[in-house]
C-alpha cells in the first residue's frame, strides 16, 4: 500500500468512527479530494462533516479549535504546509494556549495536517519543510508521516494526547510503499520509533524522520557496500515534546557517533534542538558532537537542478557520513 | 438557573437588578483602577467604564447554554454572565478561588462556555466553529462574539464573517464601538462602515444608539431570536463610550473631550432619572465590591496544580 492511501484509508476510519469527527480543508471534497488527493472519497462518505472551505487557513484553524473547544475532533488539510504561516495565530495563541492557559487542562482535540517539503518543483513558497517553525511551543504536538508508521495508529495517538497537533506530510511520500525495508536491513516498530538496523553493532545512529528516512535509507545502503559502514536508522513518529526519549534514545546509548536528517534548510532546526538534547544525556561518551545534516541556507529553488542541488538527498547524507567518520 | 431562550419583553425593562448589576460592574472597574494606582495590581488592565450597559442587556437575550467570548476588555462580560467579582478579582490579583487559578488574568477567562482571549480578531474564527457544532449539536444555541471596533482591522474577522454566512451559521457578533483602538480613533483605522462590511457578506447588522437597557432588549430579542431559529449570523454594533484610559493611565484624548462623553454615560442619565433609588443602589455596590476586594486581598496566593 502507499502511504498517502494508507492515510486516506485512515482518515476514512477515524470519520466512521467518530461522529463528531469534522475534516475541513480547501477543495478537500469530491471529486477533487485535496490538492493531493488523501481526502479523496471522504465527502461523498460523510459529506456533514468533510468541508470544502474558502481560502481562510486562519479561520479554518480557529473553526476546528471553535469544534475541540466544544468536545468535537477536527482535522484541517493546509493545502501546502506553507501556508501555515497563516494559521500560525490560531495554532500559538489559540489551539496550543488553550489547552493550559485557563488554569486547568482544557482537552482540544484537533490535528493540523502540512503537507511539507520540496522535491516537485513547486518553488520557494510551496516546498518548505517547516517543522522547526513549530518546535518548542507548550502545548502543541509536532508528528510526522513515516513509512513505517501506520496513520490510523498514529491519528489515535495524536487524538489521545487531547492537545493540538500538527502533523507533516513530506509531500514526496504519498506515492511511495509503506514499511518497505530489503534485505541484509530489518525493521521493528515500537513506542512509535522505527528501527532499520543490521546484526551486530552499527558505526553510527542516523536519526531521520519519516521524509527523509528512504533517502537515509539509500545513503545507508552505498556506505555499506562502498565503505563497510553499518548504521542503524531511527525513525521517530512524533518530533515534538520529547517526553517519552526512551525509544528514540535505545540506540544513541551505545553509539559513539551520531546524524540527524530533515529537509530543513540550515538555522534554528528541529535537529539541533535534538543534538541539544542529546549532548546533555550522552556527551561523556560521544565521539563528537552529533552531526546535522539539513538542506542548505537559502530559500528552496523551483529548476529541478536548482532543487536538487539545495535539498538534502541521499548523497549529502553518504558524503556527510563517510567524511565525519573516515575524516 | 435555566431561563428560555427567548425571553417575554415584559420581563425586560430595567430592574433593580439590571442597575445594580451595571453599578456593580462600575464599581468593580473603579476599584481596579484604584488598586492599580495603590500598585496593588500586577500587570495590565482594561475597563470598560461607560460600556458596562452592553452585557448586561445582552445577557437576558442569551441562554446559559450560549457560548459567549469575550476580549481584552471582558470584565462587563464576565460580571454580567457570572455575577462573580470575587472570582474574577481574585483571577486579575492571583488570589486563592481565582476563576483560572491565575494563569490567564484579566484577558484570559474560560468557565461554563465563556472564555476570552487577549488576541483581537482571534476569537471569531474559534466562535464560528463553536456555532458549527451548536448548529448540529444544539439547534437553537448560538455563539455570541465581542468585539471592538478596532479589531475590524483583523482579517481574521472576514474570514469568519464569510464562513459564518456562507454555512448558515448561529454566530451573534456584538460590536462595541466606543469610537477609539487604544489611541486611535475610528475615522483613523476604518474606512467605510461596520454596517457595510457585515452587508459585504450578506449578514443582517443592526444598529444600537441608546443606553436603555430596556429599549435595547426590545429592539433586539427578535432579531436575536432569528439567529437562533435560522441559524443565521447577525452583526449588532453598539455606539458606546470609553470613559477610562485604554488600559490605565494611557488615556491620549483631552479632558474637555472625555468631559463631553461622560455627559453621554448612562450612569448619569439613570442618576437623574431616580436619584434616591440610584444613589441607594450605587453606595450598595461600592460597599459590596469594597468589602470583596478587602477579603480577596486577604486570600493566599491562587495555586496552579493541575497543567
Ligand atoms: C492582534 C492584536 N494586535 C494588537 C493588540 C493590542 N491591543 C489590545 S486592545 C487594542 C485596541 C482594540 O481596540 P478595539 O477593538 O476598538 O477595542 P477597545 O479596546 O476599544 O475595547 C489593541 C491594539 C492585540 N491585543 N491583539
Known sequence: ?327 | MTRPATIETAELGLDEADLSLMLTIRAFELKLLDLYGKGLLNGTTHTCLGQEYIPVAMEALLDPRDRVFSNHRGHGHYLARFRDPAGLLAEIMGREGAVCNGVGGSQHIHRDGFLSTGVQGESLPVGVGVALHLKRTDPGRLACVYIGDGTFGEGAVYEAFNIASLWRLPLLVVVENNGIAQSTPTSRHLAGSIAGRAAAFGIRHRLIETSDVAEIRRTLEPLVSRVRSHATPLVVEFVTRRLGPHSKGDDTRSAEAVRDLREQDWYERCAAADPDRFHLLDAQARAHVDAIAAEVMARPPSRWETR
Open chain 1, 1 to 327: 500500500m502507499r502511504v498517502g492511501e494508507n492515510l486516506n484509508t485512515a482518515l476514512a476510519a477515524l470519520l466512521a468512527r467518530e461522529p463528531n469527527l469534522y475534516v475541513l480543508g480547501e477543495d478537500v471534497v469530491d471529486p477533487y479530494g485535496g490538492a493531493f488527493k488523501i481526502t479523496r472519497g471522504l465527502s461523498t462518505s460523510f459529506p456533514d462533516r468533510v468541508l470544502s472551505t474558502p481560502i481562510s487557513e486562519n479561520a479554518i484553524t480557529g473553526v476546528a479549535a471553535g469544534l475541540a473547544l466544544s468536545g468535537d475532533l477536527a482535522i484541517v488539510e493546509i493545502m501546502f504546509g506553507d501556508f501555515a504561516a497563516l494559521a500560525f495565530d490560531q495554532l500559538l495563541n489559540f489551539a496550543s494556549k488553550s489547552v493550559s492557559m485557563y488554569g486547568s487542562r482544557l482537552p482540544m482535540r484537533m490535528v493540523v495536517r502540512c503537507p511539507v517539503g520540496g522535491g516537485r518543483g513547486y518553488g520557494p513558497t510551496h516546498s518548505q519543510a517547516l517543522q522547526k517553525h513549530f518546535v518548542g511551543i507548550p502545548g502543541l504536538a509536532l508528528y510526522e508521516m513515516s513509512p513505517f508508521h501506520d496513520n490510523l495508529a498514529v491519528f489515535e495517538e495524536m487524538f489521545a494526547r487531547a492537545q493540538p497537533c500538527v502533523f507533516f506530510e513530506d509531500k514526496v511520500l504519498y506515492t511511495r510503499r509503506m514499511g518497505a525495508v530489503e534485505p541484509p536491513f530489518s525493521l521493528t516498530v515500537s513506542g512509535g520509533v522505527a528501527r532499520v538496523f543490521l546484526d551486530g553493532s552499527p558505526d553510527c545512529v542516523v536519526i531521520a524522520p519519516g521524509g527523509t528516512a528512504h533517502r537515509a535509507m539509500a545513503a545507508m545502503r552505498s556506505l555499506l557496500v562502498e565503505e563497510e559502514i553499518g548504521c542503524t536508522l531511527v525513525v521517530p513518529s512524533r518530533l515534538y515534546p520529547f517526553d517519552e526519549l526512551d525509544a528514540l534514545e535505545a540506540d544513541v546509548r551505545t553509539a559513539r557517533h551520531v546524524f540527524v536528517v530533515e529537509e530543513s534548510t540550515a538555522g534554528g532546526t528541529w535537529g539541533a534542538e535534538v543534538a541539544h538534547l542529546l549532548h546533555q544525556r550522552h556527551w561523556g561518551r560521544l565521539a563528537r558532537p552529533v552531526t546535522l545534516i539539513h538542506s542548505a541556507d537559502g530559500v528552496v529553488p523551483t529548476a529541478a537542478h536548482l532543487e536538487r542541488a539545495a535539498l538534502v538527498n541521499e548523497t549529502t547524507i553518504h558524503s556527510v557520513i563517510r567524511e565525519t567518520l573516515r575524516g
